[in-house]
Every structure is written in C-alpha cells, then in structure tokens.
C-alpha cells in the first residue's frame, strides 16, 4: 500500500510509505535496475559519463593529464564561508536572546527551510517558546564544484551546547535562485567520531554525486526508502547486509515490537511507520571512492484506543505534550517526527554495509481527538 501525504503549511514533507512485500517489491525492482545500470555503466558505449551535476567519481573533478582547466566552482569557497558564518552568527545573537521577541523568532526561521523549518517552528510551538542554545567552532567546508538544482553545500563543525557538551554537527545550506542561503538540516555525529573524508581536487573542492549514482552499493535517491526498510523491518528485513544495524536502523524495529506489546496491555494498537521525505537529498564523494549522503525521514506513530474506557485512560506520552493540549488518548493520537541523517555508502563491490553516523530529529507535529 502506498501512502502519499498532502502538502501542508512549511513545507510539510510528502511521506511514502510501502508497507509489507509491497515496500520490498517496489526496493527490489528499484535495486535490480540500479544493478542493470551499474553493469552498462561498465561495458562500455553505455557508460554513464559525469556531466555538470553528475560527479561518477573523484577524477570529475580533477585536472586531466593534459593540464585542462577546472571549470569555474558554481559556488566558491570564499561564498560558502561567508554564507555559513553569516547563518552561525544569527544563530548565536539571536538564539542567546531573552526574551525572544516574535520578530527575532521570524528572524531565525527566515534562516532555516526543508526539515530545519520544521524543527525549529516546533521548537516554537512548544511551551517553552525557544531554542537550545549553541557556541560553533571553526567550520570545514565541502563545497562541490560541479551541481545541479538549487545552490548547496556543506560543512562539519563542533557544536557545543549550553551545558558544555561538544558534538560535530554536518549541516546543509542551501540557496534557491536569488534568495538568502538557509540551513536545510543539520545531523549530529556519533559521539567521538571522526568527520567523514570527503575527496577534494586540487583546489579544494568535493565531488557532488548524481542521486541515481550507481558506482556505490545503495545510490543516493534510495538511500532514504531502504533505510526506512530497516527501520520498520530490522535484522529479518530486505534490507539486511545492505545497512549496518544500529539504533537508528534496526534498533527501531526492536522498539516498535517492544511498544506494540506495551500498548497492547493498555487497550491501545500501536504502529510506526518511516517514509522518506520529499526535502532535498545531497550526496558527497568519500576519499575511498564511496558516498557522504545527507537526507531526511519522517517517523509517523499512531495510537489508536481500542477498548473503551481502558485506553482512553492513557495519558499522552510525555515527549508530545509540548505540541499538543490533550492529556489523554481519547481515541487517536498521531506523532509525526523530522529526522536527519548522514551516512557513508561504500563503493560497490566492496564488501560493506551502509552506516549511519549521524542523526538530529523531533517531533513537529502532534494531532488526535
């Protein structure tokens, strides 16, 4: 079954859900062509041949043996550099603001678009009324030479919070036409993990890779549906072998089956389901000729009563309350949850699985009756 969201106000993101063997069918079919044009890719006439927007590897964007000329960056380093200090020193000026005044709070969604806006406009939305605040260190750029759509490009750099915890954050801004640069996401890598290595040329520019890239194990435009495959189905899923388990990945599966028997006890059916979003896709090449790519998913949970009046004695789970009035589950309650990932993608034929290496999400929007 396919379940295709309506659009909604901020950029409310389209959900796909395929659920059963009809999500593997569709996966499987869309792998099995990704294989068939890997295979033309290397057999010759057909090849696939990097273009502007469409880096198949690292040598893209490099000089060739003949001295030929880099072709001029579409966004430059300095642009970039500019562009990201113009945005962390919002964030810092205006985050550390008290009281938040409504204008200043406009000011910092004006800043943000795709899954950003919608984090942030919850953390509006919530009694609370403001953001945590962050001090940013010094930011390494990867800015890619050669693109296609929207202006992008991205950065890795240490996020410390307010009680002194430091994270390196993966953020990706981007520029549509003449309009400011805003931040589209931003991921948090595992504790104490090293930034990815992203190939550069000679100038120091990465590699952007065409989201139907075949030359790594899961290309970019799939990346999002397979991993919200392992979310919903786990170790016993599709997708085994393909993504590393985790608590991002299987790790969901387990906690959804732990939750539906939970629920089951207080007169509730539980479900969770993982789409991927309709916000941007962005995908970098590593240094050992695979993938850096950055996307987003949105976890949808329901809760429905089915004994009445035992589930509807169910309080609403803590986490929600900030985002809705209700205080009990009187018949329904949907969460829906922005989430933001990075992962590195190996090459193909490497042997390797996909992993996840960094998250940020929320919930940003709370609805039932």
């Not at 099995?32 to 890719?41: D, E, H, M, T």
């Not at 290595?197 to 139907?212: C, F, N, R, S, W």
């Not at 009187?330 to 034929?349: C, F, S």
Request: charged share 20%; proline share 7%.
């Amino acid at each position: 079954m396919a379940r295709i969201g309506s659009g909604g106000d901020h950029r409310k993101a389209r959900e796909v859900d395929v659920r059963g063997h009809g999500r593997r069918g569709v996966l499987a079919l869309a792998l099995a062509s990704a294989v068939v044009a890997g295979g033309a890719a290397c057999s010759g006439p057909g090849e696939a041949r990097p273009g502007p927007g469409r880096a198949a590897g690292v040598a893209a964007t490099t000089a060739g043996p003949t001295g030929t000329p880099l072709p001029a960056p579409r966004v430059t380093l300095a642009e970039a550099a500019g562009a990201l200090a113009g945005v962390l020193g919002a964030d810092g000026v205006l985050g550390a603001a008290t009281p938040r005044l409504d204008a200043e709070q406009r000011l910092l969604l004006a800043q943000t678009r795709d899954g950003q806006e919608a984090l942030t406009l919850a953390a509006f939305n919530g009694p609370a009324g403001k953001l945590p605040r962050h001090t940013w260190g010094t930011p390494s750029l990867l800015v890619p030479r050669e693109q296609s759509g929207p202006a992008w490009f991205a950065a890795t750099v240490e996020r410390t919070d307010a009680s002194g915890g430091t994270r390196t954050a993966v953020l990706t801004l981007v520029r549509h036409d003449r309009e400011n640069w805003q931040l589209s996401s931003t991921s948090l890598l595992e504790v104490g993990a090293p930034p990815p290595q992203v190939a550069k040329d000679a100038e120091g520019y990465a590699t952007a890779l065409d989201p139907q890239d075949t030359t790594v194990v899961i290309s970019p435009r799939l990346m999002a549906p397979l991993h919200a495959t392992s979310a919903e189905e786990g170790e016993r899923g599709f997708t085994a072998g393909l993504i590393e388990k985790g608590p991002h990945t299987t790790g969901f599966a387990d906690e959804i089956a732990r939750r539906t028997r939970i629920e089951k006890t207080a007169c509730l059916s539980y479900d969770s389901i993982f789409a991927a979003s309709n916000y941007p896709v962005h995908a970098l090449r590593t240094a050992d000729g695979g993938a850096l790519v950055l996307y987003s998913l949105i976890r949808t949970t329901t809760r429905i009563v089915r004994v009445d009046p035992c589930g509807s004695d169910t309080p609403v789970p803590p986490e929600a309350r900030e985002l809705t009035t209700a205080r009990f589950i009187r018949d329904e309650l949907r969460i829906v949850e922005t989430q933001q990932y990075v992962t590195t993608v190996p090459a193909k034929n490497s042997g390797r699985a996909a992993r996840v290496i960094g998250y940020l999400g929320g919930l940003t929007k709370v609805t039932g009756n």
